[in-house]
């Protein structure tokens, strides 16, 4: 093969045909910010609208993590320690909501936990109604989201080695201290990415908040929503709640690479 | 080894998209069905574009239907949103060669903008809200104090939309009225659970169940969902008239088929669709 020329490796072709793809990608993000330098950010940040979706958004997708962490991590430790003829089965399943259409997973919701719902009229017996409460944002973010983390801590506990686990069996550990003073240590950055990466998911949810959840300030209304039924009606409030997504979904990209780099 | 494999692949993907372009073009068929249409207009000019309030999905599909049996070969292209989004995208420049608007606000802001000629809008339908439940109504709804009854699910179009528009002023005039007390409309949007997009969710949530009640058009209650609904009637003197008005744009090369779909809309068989889906029509309006 010739060594210089148009398309050699490192030669300036490839920066010209990178170009489009770039600018592509990088004009939308910018024009948001430059967009949002006509009018006064701080004034349409202090709508109610804007503030409760907010603050509904981080309890919601803070909620998620939480319950991802604590059911999750379970879900992980099967797929990696516990390997049988259905962890591969398994494996798949966790992958489904991930791929899956958003507005796929709101229906699918709604069937089971909606007041006519196979669980939801279960639930109904006893006055729980889930559908157009704040609950079933959390329901619909973890579905939607879970499976990131899980993934991850999977990944993080299939680094550990079963020489290292045996070994410290044999010291006398018991299955607390081996996740206290094993595990946890060895797979934390996993944790931590894999976390992080579900709460900026879940924060980004829309398609099955809005089919499963409604649409409610300060109740369903996530930040996504507010975007989507605020560009029909005040265009600041939905750029100003934009241009705070993109910001946070820039410093999870940031953290998440940082913390694999310390761990590697 | 890797490395000569690479030109070979390169080489077969050439080749691949060679023949893959090239091939139909030559083939006599393929000629054949180009041709004709190349020779008279641009195939732009074989496509009517109508931009539609939602709320007329169902008759205007099926008048489209009339239209390409009277017309063809043309072909209608619709678009269905809520009007204030439709209006906004026709004040930005978007190809439309007819608006059929669901409240007039939203169709003089076209004429205002120099957009559509005035002289062209037509009224050619009305709607109507009403209240609309599930066929079970697990909340017992009877009149429309009981919209304001505590604990209720209420489903709404949002509220900077054209629906939430006439609702608003639908619960204003009812709370002002003898029979309802002042509160009445406080009462009612705190019982709301969902501000949906469009009138259309407000209907699908309902029909399943998932709120005890809604507030509709009176054309989204009629036809198939009828049967899993049940309605109740707003007293007219509260409840608030919704127009729809048509017009052509302006300086548009499809003017006359235009005119043509809008005359179809205003006929004695484009009103009888429009009644069959539950729509009111100008010369029985109250």
């Avoid at chain 1, 920066?15 to 950010?41: G, H, M, T, V």
């Avoid at chain 1, 550990?160 to 081996?178: P, V």
């Avoid at chain 1, 996993?190 to 998911?201: E, N, Q």
């Avoid at chain 2, 060679?18 to 069905?33: F, I, L, Q, V």
């Amino acid at each position: 093969m010739p060594k210089s020329g148009f398309l050699h490796p490192k030669a300036g072709g490839w920066q010209i045909l990178a170009l489009p793809l770039i600018l592509f990608i990088l004009l939308p993000i910018l024009a948001i910010f430059f967009e949002l330098s006509s009018f006064d950010f701080f004034a349409s940040l202090q709508q109610r609208q804007a503030l409760e979706a907010i603050r509904l958004s981080m309890v919601t997708s803070l909620t998620t993590v939480a319950i991802t962490l604590i059911f999750g991590t379970p879900v992980a430790y099967l797929l990696i320690f516990q390997k049988s003829r259905f962890s591969h089965v398994l494996d798949t399943l966790i992958d489904l909501p991930t791929i899956l259409p958003p507005a796929v997973a709101g229906i699918a919701l709604l069937i089971v936990f909606g007041r006519q719902g196979l669980a939801g009229q279960i639930f109904n017996v006893f006055g729980i109604s889930i559908p157009f409460t704040s609950a079933a944002v959390v329901m619909a973010q973890t579905f939607i989201a879970a499976p990131l983390y899980i993934k991850a801590a999977a990944i993080g506990f299939s680094n550990i080695e079963g020489e290292l686990l045996k070994s410290a069996a044999l010291d006398g550990a018991d299955s607390w201290q081996m996740f206290r003073y094993l595990i946890l240590p060895i797979s934390w950055t996993a944790i931590l990415s894999g976390s992080i990466m579900t709460w900026a998911r879940a924060l980004g949810e829309f398609g099955a908040t809005i089919i499963f959840a409604g649409n409610l300030p300060g109740r369903t209304q996530t930040m996504p929503l507010a975007i989507y039924i605020g560009f029909e009606v005040d265009m600041k409030v939905a750029l100003t709640l934009s241009a705070i997504l993109i910001l946070i979904s820039f410093l999870v990209l940031v953290s998440i690479k940082f913390a694999l780099r310390k761990s590697t | 080894m890797k490395i000569r494999l690479y030109p070979l692949i390169l080489l077969i993907v050439l080749l691949l998209v060679a023949t893959s372009s090239s091939h139909p073009k030559e083939t006599p068929a393929a000629k054949n069905r180009t041709a004709p249409s190349s020779k008279q207009e641009p195939v732009a000019a074989k496509t009517l574009t109508i931009f539609a309030a939602a709320s007329l999905t169902e008759p205007f599909n099926e008048l489209g239907y009339i239209f390409e049996t009277q017309y063809p070969p043309i072909k209608i292209n619709f678009s269905f949103a809520n009007s204030n989004i439709l209006s906004q995208q026709i004040l930005q420049g978007a190809p439309a060669d007819v608006f059929a608007s669901a409240a007039d606000h939203f169709m003089a802001l076209a004429v205002e903008r120099g957009r559509i000629d005035e002289a062209g809008v037509q009224t050619f339908a009305y709607n109507h809200l009403t209240v609309i439940f599930p066929i079970n109504n697990p909340a017992n709804i009877h009149a429309l104090h009981d919209l304001a009854k505590p604990g209720l699910k209420l489903v709404i179009g949002a509220k900077d939309g054209p629906q939430g528009f006439y609702i608003e002023s639908m619960l204003t005039k009812a709370s002002k009225s003898e029979g309802f007390d002042p509160w009445f409309k406080d009462r009612v949007y705190q019982n709301v659970v969902s501000y949906e997009n469009s009138a259309r969710g407000v209907v699908t949530k309902v029909r399943l169940g998932e709120a005890d009640v809604g507030i509709a058009y009176q054309s989204d209650a009629s036809g198939f969902a009828a049967q899993e609904l049940g309605v109740l009637t707003i007293p007219a003197e509260l409840n608030s008239r919704v127009s729809y008005t048509i017009a052509p744009l302006k300086d548009n090369p499809r003017a006359e088929l235009a005119n043509a779909f809008a005359e179809l809309v205003l006929s004695p068989a484009g009103q009888a669709v429009l009644t069959k889906y539950g729509f009111l029509l100008p010369n029985q309006a109250p």
